[in-house]
Structures are given as C-alpha cells and as structure tokens.
C-alpha cells in the first residue's frame, strides 16, 4: 500500500496514465492523491474526470481554481474558453454525473492516519491547521448544498485580501476560496497577491511566497499543493510538497510517493509552446 501524490493533471490524461505506469501503481491497493485542476487547458479532461472517479475510495482530489472554474462556466457563470478544451466535458454524456461529483471534492484533504495535509494552492498564513480544516468544512457545505449556485455565481474577486475571523458571508467564502485555490505570493504583512505568477528566484519587491510567510510549527503537517508551476516543485522546504511542475506546458508530471520519499516525473514534451 503507498500513497501517491500527484500535482496539476490538468487534462493530461494520458501522461497521468503514462506516470501510474512507471510508479507501478495498484488500484487495488495504492491511494491515488490528486492536488486539484484536474480539468483545463491539456487535451483530455474528459477522460481524467471519468478515471478519478472511477478509482473511488481509491483517488482523493482536492478542488483546484480550474475545477471551480469549470462548475462556474457550466453554471453559465462564465464563457467557455476555447483553450481551456473543455467542449468534450461540457458536450458527453456523462457530463453532469461528472461535474456533480467534481462538486463534492473537498478543497482540503488530510490521511486519515499520517500527518499529511493536501490542498491546491497553499494554507493561508493566517491560519492554523484548525482554522484551515474548519474554513474548508464551511465553503465544502456550502458547495454541496442547495447554495451552491449563489457561491459559483459571487466567488470571483481578489477582495478581502486579508483574514478577519469576523468575515462573513460572501467575503469569508471568497478569502477561504482565493487562499486554498488561487493563491502563490503574499505580501510582508500577509495581504494575499493574485496577480504575480513567477517563481520566488525571481525578482518579486515586497512579496514573498505564501509558504515563507507561514509561521512553522513543530507539529505541523506535511503540506502537498500544486497550482504553482514556476516553481518547478521547490520551496525549500522538506515539509511542504509542491507538486504542480507544469505539465499542461510541457514540461512534467510529477508524484512524491509518501513511503519511499521518492519522486516520480514522466516528461510531457509533446505540450512544449
Ligand atoms: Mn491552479
């Protein structure tokens, strides 16, 4: 039995097939872990859906900014975009078993036995592992609930950029929605910034990344996110486990399995701009 995190598929279904081959994944026996966007942008998101959901108890994913983005234009929230090559998903069959299920995913998932927390885009500085597992709890109701709707339709929007235990309402959604899907750098006195996508070598005046701005804990979680492809899977830091190296822009796809601490990577050249 491992467990296998993998990061962004991003539509890639075949290079997510070529890389469970090469792990020598079981189904029958291996936890697949998915960092969120398992849709957009590659060539295949039908097929991904349909294989994580079809992996059951077996694939746990969490909710990406690309999956809420995909509920919210199926919503009618938003156009479809021609790259994001979702015109497949939205025209199948299957199309709404699909999507429902997408629905359910939780933006933060943790190993019911091991001290491992996965989440898309990052824990908020502001928070502790408590407040991150309550805040999720809070958005997932809702995403599951007859409100769901209401939230696809006013969770766009960079404000608040700051956390207030006292936020409510459409605010609080909206901060809790940003920090765990869409969020790379903060600023020094911990206001989230959505706009720089580069990576942390580069030059980034008054921003540092989301992971540096956290306080460390002696007990803290292992921390697997994706979402971040500049950073090519380093943070520096042992216990946080950026997975997202790009593979949708042809770079790789990458697994950290827990038990041998091994990282695994298949090559995805053929999306190379
Ligand atoms: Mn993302």
Redesign the pocket.
Known sequence: MANCFVG?VQGCYDDLRRLLDLAKFDSDKDMLWLC??LVARGPDSLNTLRFVKSLGQRAVTVL???DLHLLAVADGVAPLKKKDKLQPLMEAPDRDELLEWLRQRPLLAEHPDLPIMMV??GLSPAWDARTARNCAREVESLLRGDQYQWLLHNMYGDQPDSWDDNLLGIERYRYIINSF??MRFCYFDGRLDFKCKKGPTESTPGLRPWFEQREHHVDDPILVF??WAALMGVTGKDDIKGL?TGCVWGNSLTMWRYEDDALIATPCPAYAK
């Open positions: 962004d969120g966007d990406g900014n690309h898309h885009a899907t869409r994706g979402h997202d």
